[in-house]
């Protein structure tokens, strides 16, 4: 069993700063990328950024100069340093994984977390 585990969200005012930290756990054999989403109310989930393993971030047209993806493979750790947040940026944040288990190391799934709500207001 895989689980992402999200920490970091919350209030914050316009213009401000905050850092979502995930730590995905459990049976990893191997995991390919990590990234985020988010999910506005009334709107579909969305893209904020992935980074691969080995590889540089990529990120979402909207969020690109303010936020900053990076990872820790020695903890199995991604975290999504937000800044100059706007009130548009309020969403639940989940985070992504591709994992691969050890119970099937050649077989890559998609993982979620549960998500931890930022809210942009003053």
């Known amino acids: 069993q895989v689980q992402l585990v999200e920490s970091g969200g919350g209030l914050v005012q316009p213009g401000g700063s905050l850092r979502l930290s995930c730590a995905a756990s459990?049976?990893?054999?191997?995991?390919?990328?990590m990234g985020w989403y988010r999910q506005a109310p009334g709107k579909q989930r969305e893209l904020v950024g992935i980074?691969?393993?080995?590889?540089?971030?990529n990120y979402a047209d909207a969020v690109k100069g303010r936020v900053t993806i990076s990872r820790d493979n020695a903890k199995n750790t991604v975290h999504l340093q937000m800044s100059s947040l706007k009130p548009e940026d309020t969403a639940v944040y989940y985070c992504?994984?591709?994992?691969?288990?050890?119970?099937?190391?050649?077989?890559?799934?998609?993982?979620w977390g549960q998500g931890t709500q930022v809210t942009v207001s003053s």
């Open positions: 459990g049976s990893i054999f191997s995991i390919a990328a």
């Open positions: 980074i691969a393993d080995g590889g540089k971030p």
């Open positions: 992504w994984s591709s994992i691969a288990r050890t119970e099937d190391p050649h077989i890559y799934r998609s993982y």
